[in-house]
């Protein structure tokens, strides 16, 4: 018989967005992370606003329920999603969460992109995705890195996003 172990869950969320300038030279939405709005000559290219934070935090938590990817519960083929806040989908993720009688013990967001410089906002961000997912931000780590200059993300041609989460049981589901 297998010794009881605790009903901690491990998750692992991804996601890259192509950077491209606005319309009419390309088709990049305002560039945002986390809930922030940066100043940036180009953004992602999405059907959502792109939040590329988000959409790998979510793909993290859903991950760590042994669920489907974020694309699978938000279709880029459903015309609500056009343009949609990712807080949404945060939201969605937390409540699926909840659900299942899991909370979040932490989660360790790294962000990689040449430019814009994150550190400014870093405090915002995290206290953003603290405040959707109804944790303390001391629960919540992020952390920006470059490409070194090589390959489209150094190249400043994508933002690329890694999460892992992890969660334990408070409730029998
Ligand atoms: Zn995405």
């Avoid at 890259?16 to 809930?35: C, M, N, S, T, V």
Wanted: include cysteine; aromatic fraction near 4%; charge should be negative.
């Amino acid at each position: 018989m297998t010794p009881a172990l605790p009903m901690l869950r491990i998750g692992h969320g991804y996601d890259l967005h192509r950077l491209e300038p606005p319309a009419p030279h390309g088709r990049g939405r305002p560039f945002i992370l986390a809930g922030v709005h940066f100043d940036h000559p180009v953004g992602p290219v999405a059907h959502s606003d792109g939040d590329a934070v988000y959409h790998a935090v979510v793909d993290a938590l859903l991950g760590a329920l042994g669920m489907e990817d974020i694309g699978q519960s938000f279709p880029d083929s459903a015309p609500e999603w056009e343009g949609k806040d990712s807080a949404t989908f945060m939201e969605a993720a937390r409540r699926t969460l909840e659900d299942k009688g899991f909370a979040l013990v932490n989660l360790d967001v790294t962000v990689i992109c040449e430019r814009p410089k994150l550190a400014p906002q870093k405090s915002q961000m995290i206290a953003n995705i603290a405040r959707l997912l109804g944790v303390d931000v001391a629960r919540v780590n992020l952390k920006g890195k470059t490409h070194e200059k090589v390959d489209a993300v150094g190249e400043g041609r994508a933002v690329e996003v890694h999460v892992v989460a992890l969660l334990a049981q408070v409730a029998a589901s």
